[in-house]
């Protein structure tokens, strides 16, 4: 199987501070394959709700993050950009600290739309949550 990636895929620059919720719940990518990428989420105060435990609304943050950033990366960005339609979570178990990592892997890559598999896992590799994430494909405009 060949990669997925439109081109180079630069965790590096893809990290770099910036204004918007992944730098202020401190996501990291992590890693990458042919068919996969991954990203991490720190489990504390930024990301409790009020029982200390993992907020769900959280996890979806983590889990669209991640797959936003996997369709980004499966388009010639010149040509098109990619929105979110739909994301879906089941919590499957709670997290009271440590770091939560999410790993995409694509269900379909379409024209038009991307469906992505998301899952959570805490630090001891226990599945915490599982989402699904649909995006449009959609063609920038030519001015």
Request: aromatic share 6%; with cysteine.
């Amino acid at each position: 199987m060949s990669a997925i990636w439109f081109g180079k895929v630069d965790l590096d620059a893809m990290n770099a501070p910036a204004d918007n919720i992944n730098t202020l719940l401190d996501v990291r990518l992590e890693d990458h394959g042919d068919d996969w990428i991954t990203a991490s989420m720190p489990v504390d105060k930024r990301t409790h709700q009020p029982y200390g435990i993992l907020h769900g609304g959280a996890s979806v943050v983590l889990a669209e993050s991640l797959g936003s950033i996997a369709s980004y990366l499966c388009i010639d960005s010149s040509r098109f950009y990619c929105v979110g339609l739909e994301v879906n979570a089941n919590h499957l178990k709670a997290v009271k600290s440590g770091r939560v990592t999410a790993i995409a892997k694509p269900v379909h890559l379409g024209r038009t739309t991307h469906v992505w598999d998301i899952r959570l896992s805490n630090d001891a590799g226990a599945l915490t949550c599982i989402a699904r994430l649909t995006m449009a494909v959609v063609p920038l405009k030519a001015e």
